[in-house]
């Protein structure tokens, strides 16, 4: 993937959590949840799920 994707599906990800907690979802919740999705999915491919969680929690903590 290229850097410049990177960095939009970053922002994106943060304009996402932005806009939730906006509209009063707890990012902590939502990001466990998100977590369990990935978790019980298994279409994901396994190598990308612990990195996947990780950048969720590091963009949740980056908005508080």
Do not use: P, T
């Not at 906006?22 to 999915?41: H, R």
Request: aromatic share 4%; hydrophobic share 50%; charged share 30%.
């Amino acid at each position: 993937m290229s850097e410049d994707r990177e960095k939009a599906l970053a922002l994106a990800l943060k304009a996402v959590l932005n806009a939730a907690r906006n509209e009063g979802l707890d990012l902590d919740e939502l990001s466990e949840a998100a977590a369990d999705q990935l978790l019980g999915y298994k279409a994901y491919e396994s190598d990308y799920l612990a990195m996947a969680i990780n950048e969720i929690e590091v963009a949740v903590d980056a908005l508080v």
